[in-house]
């Protein structure tokens, strides 16, 4: 069902919402009218951040215009005459409000969209709680909105109290002024004669007695007024710091953990909205008591009464500052986070959001956002309100940034869109930590007053934590650290404390989280697949999945320390297969057409019982980034033996001249990807077209193919006439050398220790020959007959 028809549907509080939402800026009439349409556009497809955006904003905009336009001028009759003229009218002020900044149609659209959505699916989930997620959040979600009602009666209750306070004061001071006037009188008659003044006087004692006992009693009764009030609101801020530490404390807390395991290719921490509109109930509600208990202290200064009170009184008051005081220091947050791989004199953006800024009228003077970066230790004693005497650990430039109110989503934020970090101060580092493992972060403080100046108040907030780095080499390893600090980081922390080991497990469900995200694919990492990387981090041969769930891994065994053998981290040996799959082999993996995590030995089990021309994609254990092919095929050595063979491995260097798929089409012995799927089936699409054979100004386009030049016994025809190739050599045992069509052959080995095919040096010959053939062809063969 469209979502416009199910907001229709809407009723009492959530449909006032909803109406709430349209206005001049945005008429509930263009939603109606072109509900259809509304709904239809790639609105989530537009960064609000980015300016480049600006011209598909653009383009949203004059599509609505026109939409406007069609949908007026095919209004009939007496009713549609209006219409049209309302429509057109709509169109114009549409175009004049937004067309200097489409991006603002953009913002306010996606609001209404994505509230309306969220009104929707609450009314849902309370009319069928069984239908909402497995995760109970509706129920959550409901008893939160249980409580704000709660609250709503609490506070109108109270205030129906203090009227009623305020009315019996009142009356109590007429009377009591009434009881001056007599006590006044009295004092008058020793003017007037005896006879008449013992008259007088007997009348006016009676009522002044009267009075002053009513005043009496109703002295007591004010007090108890007063007391009564006060506990009142005794239970309601009780209830209101309960429903705060739900919202802030564990809510907007799971917000920002959601935030930080994005940052590792996690699910997308979701919008604010809903959170915004919590806090600012909240906020409203706290001003309201806190209105109340401070006219209630007007009200006793006012009366004097004595009695407990008064210190009852100044108790709550503390208490209701303490609370919209926790409420505006932590909803001062971080809504786009700074990178956390910063590199110096690099651009970066950053965006800082103040949840209960509109509610509050912070924005009638908007307050300034100023950014710096500090160390880990600057942060610890920040936290522990230590003099940190404004230090900071480098220089931001373009770090001040005044908060902006958008009125159509009643957002209050600073978009910081081109800070960058212009040096780095770094610390003495302890031990074997290197550069790359140091933390930072971004401090983000602002000032403000709310209330006309009644209450100012110094907010900061700090980012997760960054590392800076000055090179892109030292990229992967500031990764490591990041992902290790956003995966095992606990909530509360000492800045930045992290555990220097974990179990296993956990591991393993932060690299096929960061391995997802980065090769953009639903097929992660399979139990096979993290056994295979447990025995490449443990040096273990056990291919058990249950020996490893108790398993610790240590920071050190992780990135710090080489793996046996080796001049590389397992992170770095992994960070290296994330960086070859997501720019060359995306397509394949998602395809399941490579294994990859194999060892050279599980490869030849698996291939030796396969016909020959049967092959299989695994990454290489010897080389960062590599992935090889291994193959089954007769030796030519030995008749009636077979063997496998593992070509050299390619890497991002390999795949930017000729393609993983246009490699496999030009091995011509390769004939099954293992188990038994044609190549043909699962590469051909991806297969670069051949190129013309058209002579155009005295040159003819070379063309690279992968040979290896090993007679096999599947089927292998000859390659066309015409095409220069590049011929790698195979065999597990025996030197060969590499042989050109139009080169002498050379006499250089192309094989290594382990019987592998260096691809690399085929790379330079390969170069030459598209050299040679960029020359005019009368320069070519004068050249070879010379």
């Known amino acids: 069902?469209?979502?416009?028809?199910?907001?229709?549907?809407?009723?009492?509080?959530?449909?006032?919402?909803?109406?709430?939402?349209?206005?001049?800026?945005?008429?509930?009439?263009?939603?109606?009218?072109?509900?259809?349409?509304?709904?239809?556009?790639?609105?989530?497809?537009?960064?609000?951040?980015?300016?480049?955006?600006?011209?598909?904003?653009?383009?949203?905009?004059?599509?609505?215009?026109?939409?406007?336009?069609?949908?007026?001028?095919?209004?009939?009759?007496?009713?549609?005459?209006?219409?049209?003229?309302?429509?057109?009218?709509?169109?114009?002020?549409?175009?004049?409000?937004?067309?200097?900044?489409?991006?603002?149609?953009?913002?306010?659209?996606?609001?209404?969209?994505?509230?309306?959505?969220?009104?929707?699916?609450?009314?849902?989930?309370?009319?069928?709680?069984?239908?909402?997620?497995?995760?109970?959040?509706?129920?959550?979600?409901?008893?939160?909105?249980?409580?704000?009602?709660?609250?709503?009666?609490?506070?109108?209750?109270?205030?129906?109290?203090?009227?009623?306070?305020?009315?019996?004061?009142?009356?109590?001071?007429?009377?009591?002024?009434?009881?001056?006037?007599?006590?006044?009188?009295?004092?008058?008659?020793?003017?007037?004669?005896?006879?008449?003044?013992?008259?007088?006087?007997?009348?006016?004692?009676?009522?002044?007695?009267?009075?002053?006992?009513?005043?009496?009693?109703?002295?007591?009764?004010?007090?108890?007024?007063?007391?009564?009030?006060?506990?009142?609101?005794?239970?309601?801020?009780?209830?209101?710091?309960?429903?705060?530490?739900?919202?802030?404390?564990?809510?907007?807390?799971?917000?920002?953990?959601?935030?930080?395991?994005?940052?590792?290719?996690?699910?997308?921490?979701?919008?604010?909205?809903?959170?915004?509109?919590?806090?600012?109930?909240?906020?409203?509600?706290?001003?309201?008591?806190?209105?109340?208990?401070?006219?209630?202290?007007?009200?006793?200064?006012?009366?004097?009464?004595?009695?407990?009170?008064?210190?009852?009184?100044?108790?709550?008051?503390?208490?209701?500052?303490?609370?919209?005081?926790?409420?505006?220091?932590?909803?001062?947050?971080?809504?786009?986070?700074?990178?956390?791989?910063?590199?110096?004199?690099?651009?970066?953006?950053?965006?800082?959001?103040?949840?209960?800024?509109?509610?509050?009228?912070?924005?009638?003077?908007?307050?300034?956002?100023?950014?710096?970066?500090?160390?880990?230790?600057?942060?610890?004693?920040?936290?522990?309100?230590?003099?940190?005497?404004?230090?900071?650990?480098?220089?931001?430039?373009?770090?001040?940034?005044?908060?902006?109110?958008?009125?159509?989503?009643?957002?209050?934020?600073?978009?910081?869109?081109?800070?960058s970090l212009k040096r780095i101060k770094r610390s003495d580092r302890r031990g074997a930590e290197s550069v790359t493992e140091e933390k930072f972060t971004v401090l983000f403080e602002s000032q403000f007053s709310v209330g006309g100046n009644e209450l100012v108040f110094h907010v900061k907030t700090l980012s997760l934590p960054v590392v800076v780095i000055v090179h892109g080499s030292q990229d992967n390893n500031a990764t490591a650290t990041v992902l290790w600090d956003n995966a095992f980081s606990e909530p509360g922390r000492v800045p930045f404390v992290v555990p220097d080991k974990v179990l296993w497990p956990q591991l393993c469900e932060a690299l096929n989280m960061k391995y997802k995200s980065e090769v953009q694919s639903d097929r992660g990492l399979s139990e096979d697949n993290l056994v295979f990387l447990a025995q490449k981090a443990f040096s273990s041969s056990s291919n058990n999945p249950e020996d490893y769930c108790n398993m610790t891994i240590t920071w050190s065994q992780f990135n710090r320390e080489s793996l046996p053998g080796r001049n590389f981290t397992f992170w770095q040996w992994f960070d290296g297969v994330i960086e070859l799959m997501k720019k060359h082999l995306k397509s394949h993996w998602n395809d399941g057409a490579i294994l990859g995590f194999l060892n050279k030995q599980q490869a030849q089990d698996m291939l030796m019982s396969k016909p020959n021309g049967t092959f299989l994609l695994r990454f290489s254990d010897s080389e960062i980034g590599g992935i090889t092919i291994a193959w089954v095929a007769e030796n030519p050595n030995k008749a009636g033996e077979r063997m496998v063979w593992n070509l050299m491995p390619f890497t991002t260097k390999d795949f930017s001249i000729r393609s993983l798929a246009d490699r496999i089409s030009d091995l011509n012995h390769l004939l099954f990807l293992y188990p038994n799927q044609p190549k043909e089936e699962v590469f051909s699409r991806y297969c670069t077209p051949p190129n013309s054979k058209a002579v155009g100004d005295g040159y003819v386009k070379p063309e690279i193919k992968q040979v290896v030049k090993v007679e096999f016994s599947s089927p292998n025809p000859e390659p066309s006439p015409g095409n220069s190739f590049m011929e790698h050599a195979a065999s597990p045992t025996v030197n060969q050398h590499h042989n050109f069509t139009i080169y002498p052959s050379m006499n250089d080995s192309m094989l290594d220790t382990e019987g592998e095919f260096d691809l690399e040096e085929t790379m330079d010959m390969a170069r030459q020959v598209e050299e040679f053939l960029r020359q005019p062809m009368e320069t070519q063969w004068s050249g070879q007959q010379s």
């Open 1 to 419: 069902m469209a979502l416009w028809i199910q907001a229709q549907q809407l009723q009492g509080d959530a449909l006032h919402q909803m109406q709430s939402l349209y206005g001049q800026h945005f008429p509930i009439e263009v939603r109606h009218y072109l509900a259809q349409w509304l709904e239809a556009q790639p609105w989530d497809a537009i960064d609000l951040e980015n300016q480049q955006d600006e011209f598909k904003a653009k383009r949203l905009l004059d599509g609505l215009i026109q939409e406007l336009q069609r949908k007026a001028e095919h209004q009939m009759g007496e009713d549609g005459f209006l219409l049209k003229i309302k429509l057109g009218h709509y169109a114009t002020q549409l175009k004049s409000s937004y067309d200097p900044c489409p991006l603002e149609l953009v913002r306010c659209v996606k609001h209404i969209l994505y509230t309306e959505q969220r009104l929707v699916q609450e009314a849902s989930n309370a009319s069928s709680p069984g239908s909402g997620p497995v995760d109970g959040t509706p129920q959550r979600y409901q008893q939160i909105n249980q409580t704000f009602e709660e609250l709503r009666v609490m506070t109108h209750d109270t205030e129906n109290d203090l009227r009623k306070l305020q009315h019996s004061q009142e009356y109590f001071i007429i009377q009591y002024q009434e009881s001056l006037r007599i006590q006044a009188q009295l004092s008058s008659l020793a003017s007037i004669p005896p006879a008449e003044r013992v008259q007088r006087e007997s009348g006016l004692q009676s009522r002044k007695t009267t009075l002053e006992s009513w005043l009496t009693r109703e002295a007591n009764t004010l007090q108890k007024y007063r007391q009564e009030l006060a506990e009142k609101h005794q239970r309601t801020l009780a209830l209101l710091r309960k429903q705060q530490t739900v919202i802030v404390d564990d809510e907007l807390i799971q917000w920002k953990r959601r935030q930080q395991l994005a940052g590792n290719g996690g699910p997308s921490e979701g919008g604010l909205d809903i959170l915004q509109a919590w806090c600012e109930k909240l906020a409203d509600m706290i001003w309201q008591n806190r209105q109340q208990i401070r006219r209630v202290e007007h009200l006793t200064q006012q009366l004097p009464i004595p009695g407990p009170t008064e210190e009852l009184l100044t108790e709550l008051n503390a208490t209701v500052t303490d609370i919209i005081s926790a409420l505006v220091t932590s909803t001062f947050i971080i809504e786009k986070q700074p990178p956390q791989v910063l590199k110096t004199q690099t651009k970066f953006s950053a965006t800082v959001r103040l949840l209960v800024g509109g509610k509050l009228n912070v924005h009638m003077n908007p307050p300034q956002v100023k950014a710096t970066i500090i160390s880990e230790q600057q942060a610890k004693a920040l936290l522990k309100n230590e003099n940190t005497r404004n230090d900071s650990s480098g220089e931001i430039l373009n770090n001040n940034c005044v908060m902006e109110y958008h009125q159509t989503t009643g957002t209050l934020s600073a978009h910081f869109r081109t800070m």
